[in-house]
């Protein structure tokens, strides 16, 4: 089962910033934060991960709080092509832990 | 150039047929992975593979079985197919194996219509 908890669909309007939360209080020491998004009828698509600093590339940044009991990412400019499911993964490492177990998602939907 | 390809991308089948679904990514990666995600949009594991060991999810059925001819190609093959089999199936593939934090690269699907 997933171990993150977000909600079932957001809103954003297009050049805005969207803001997609991830609880995961559950998270262990040596467990990451992945972000991947699935655009509809496409492959899942990698964005960004994390340890415990934040991290920013070109795609995105991945806020996690202090605890690291929870996480947000953040698409600084949202454009009508990041409409998409959003998956926030927590992650360990070594034999099935590694594997990425995918939950429900975030629905994003970028309006004009 | 494509990264991961899949094929064939669309699938119709009889039950109890046998079939296969190819993989292949050109990206050098050591470890090749097949998902499911079903009509429901559950997207889940059901192998992760690398030349030295294979990783089942217990969930799935002995009826499928992944076969790498090299370290390029990991193809699924299914015997004897259900309805409940009926799904779109995704590769990936990424550097190492699931001891690393690299992420994975999926394929573009395969969608299995199961009749």
């Known amino acids: 089962d997933a171990k993150t908890t977000q909600p079932t669909s957001m809103d954003c309007a297009e050049g805005r910033a969207a803001n997609l939360p991830c609880n995961h209080s559950?998270?262990?020491?040596?467990?990451?934060v992945y972000w991947y998004r699935q655009i509809h009828s496409q492959g899942p698509q990698y964005i960004i991960h994390g340890l415990k600093n934040n991290e920013t590339n070109e795609m995105a940044s991945l806020i996690i709080t202090e605890d690291r009991k929870s996480s947000t990412l953040i698409l600084p400019h949202a454009t009508l092509r990041d409409t998409a499911v959003y998956y926030c993964i927590v992650r360990g490492i070594g034999g099935s832990q590694g594997n990425l177990i995918f939950g429900k998602g975030t629905k994003l939907s970028v309006k004009p | 150039d494509t990264a991961v390809s899949q094929t064939p991308k669309y699938l119709v089948t009889q039950m109890g047929n046998d079939k296969s679904i190819k993989c292949e990514q050109n990206l050098g990666h050591d470890t090749m992975y097949w998902y499911k995600q079903d009509s429901k949009k559950f997207l889940k594991i059901m192998f992760s593979y690398n030349n030295k060991e294979l990783i089942i999810n217990e969930t799935v059925p002995n009826r499928f079985s992944p076969k790498s001819p090299d370290k390029a190609h990991l193809n699924l093959h299914i015997n004897s197919l259900e309805l409940g089999d009926s799904a779109v199936y995704f590769c990936?593939?990424?550097?190492?194996?699931?001891?690393?934090?690299?992420?994975?690269?999926f394929g573009p699907g395969t969608r299995l219509t199961v009749t």
């Open positions: 990936a593939s990424s550097r190492r194996g699931w001891r690393e934090t690299y992420e994975q690269y």
């Open positions: 559950t998270i262990s020491g040596n467990e990451y």
